[in-house]
T-cell receptor, first 115, second 108 residues
Framework: SAVISQKPSRDICQRGTSLTIQCQVD?????MFWYRQQPGQSLTLIAT?????????ESGFVIDKFPISRPNLTFSTLTVSNMSPEDSSIYLC????????????FGPGTRLTVL | AQRVTQPEKLLSVFKGAPVELKCNYS??????LFWYVQYSRQRLQLLLR??SRESIKGFTADLNKGETSFHLKKPFAQEEDSAMYYC??????????FGQGTELSVKP
């Protein structure tokens, strides 16, 4: 299994500012996923971050709004830019099981509130 | 379209009663289906996957391709089963598509 930590665990931010969320994994992984869970909603995939290449964004998500860095095989950041109250969500980092990809492991999430 | 539907937002049962959490999917191809669970103040974790055909914590789920369903069942619910349950489909690109989730509440 993989152990994933995220920072910060929660934050309250002002409209128009940006927040960078960090994701650290205890093992080297090729793929890392970033999800958003809006209040009362399911998890929605934002993007897939591969080390050494540009992140791949899902429909409805753009790099200018959610820039992602993946400097090495154990770390990634997601920035939520120019925030509005609609960005209030839980943001989760996830990695697949290393060899079989049969399972995904999730971080504890970052609870973001935008005022 | 690739979609996972969990029609029940909340399911409330008494301890010892059978429980069935419904999941229907839409996917053109051979689906890989999973159930994930999130207990209170814990992170999301895998409960079971259809490919393993296993029983975890007394829960089972059978893939019914004719009905495009993957319902989660347990014959006798326990209080510790109270949690949020998500059905998920993994597409050919390896991405997980989640249903809306069902909150299971098991009352004593």
């Amino acid at each position: 299994s993989a152990v994933i930590s995220q920072k910060p665990s929660r934050d309250i931010c002002q409209r128009g500012t940006s927040l960078t969320i960090q994701c650290q994994v205890d093992s080297q992984v090729t793929m890392m996923f970033w999800y958003r869970q809006q209040p009362g909603q399911s998890l929605t995939l934002i993007a897939t971050a591969n080390q050494g290449s540009e992140a791949t964004y899902e429909s409805g998500f753009v790099i200018d709004k959610f820039p992602i860095s993946r400097p090495n095989l154990t770390f990634s950041t997601l920035t939520v830019s120019n925030m509005s109250p609609e960005d209030s969500s839980i943001y989760l980092c996830s990695v697949p099981e290393r060899f079989s990809y049969n399972e995904q492991f999730f971080g504890p999430g970052t609870r973001l509130t935008v005022l | 379209a690739q979609r996972v539907t969990q029609p029940e937002k909340l399911l409330s049962v008494f301890k010892g009663a059978p429980v069935e959490l419904k999941c229907n999917y839409s996917y053109s191809g051979s689906p890989e289906l999973f159930w994930y669970v999130q207990y209170s103040r814990q992170r999301l974790q895998l409960l079971l996957r259809h490919i393993s055909r296993e029983s975890i914590k007394g829960f089972t789920a059978d893939l019914n391709k004719g009905e495009t369903s993957f319902h989660l069942k347990k014959p006798f619910a326990q209080e510790e089963d109270s949690a949020m349950y998500y059905c998920a489909l993994r597409n050919q690109g390896g991405k997980l598509i989640f249903g809306q989730g069902t909150e299971l509440s098991v009352k004593p």
